[in-house]
């Protein structure tokens, strides 16, 4: 599963190469943030280098979700701030196979979580009460062309279709990367061939 659900990510990757391989006109006027990885503190939640994928990918999506409800561009300024922070920056970076910068190529691909995810809004959790009984920690394993023996996670949530259609219901997914030792959200997605995870909940993570 996890093989085919990052050929899906790495097909998307292309697509995005493909589109930005010369300086897109459309950063020119856009705020480029100089993404770290660092600890950070949002939502009332540390995300230390003690931090679990879990509650990574809790904020994250706390995140999109308050870029695709907010109002004006001093709130979604403020959401995309958080997002950048819990990129995985230097992760995302190093895939980049484009002419682009550093931070411009990290925008773009951070820029679009929102739009990717953001039809299942609605049902995102709020609280980490929530989070932590909903994201399904499928695997953690070791990243095969770091030489560094980084690791990824892949988490898989299900989500309801906000028309209330239980054919519509999609599973989630939210990759992260350990980056620095902590760890941090590479890309988002969802698994094409399943709209439940069964007995899937036993493998979560503590």
């Known amino acids: 599963m996890m093989n085919k659900s990052f050929a899906i990510v790495l097909a998307a990757q292309a697509i995005l190469v493909a589109t930005a391989c010369s300086r897109d006109a459309r950063l020119v006027d856009q705020n480029l943030h100089s993404a770290t990885v660092q600890s950070v503190t949002l939502y009332g939640e540390t995300l230390d280098k003690n931090a679990s994928p879990e509650k ?70 709020t609280t980490w009460e929530q989070a932590k009984t909903r994201l399904i920690n499928r695997k953690i394993e070791t990243v ?11 988490l898989a949530m299900v989500v309801n279709d906000p028309g209330g259609d239980p054919n519509a219901r999609v599973v989630l997914l939210v990759w992260l990367e350990l980056d620095k ?24 993570s503590p």
């Open 144 to 154: 095969a062309d770091h030489r560094d023996g980084a690791k990824r996670c892949e």
């Open 181 to 204: 030792g902590f760890w941090r959200v590479t890309h988002f997605g969802f698994d094409r061939t399943r709209r439940s995870l069964g007995d899937q909940r036993a493998s979560t």
């Open 56 to 125: 990574v990918a809790y904020v994250a999506l706390r995140a999109v979700r308050d870029d695709f409800l907010a109002k004006t561009k001093t709130e979604r300024d403020e959401a995309l701030d958080k997002e950048f922070a819990v990129c995985a920056a230097d992760e995302i970076a190093r895939g980049n196979r484009t002419s682009l910068s550093r931070d411009e190529w990290i925008y773009q691909v951070v820029y679009h979580w929102t739009p990717t995810i953001s039809h299942y809004v609605g049902d995102f959790p």
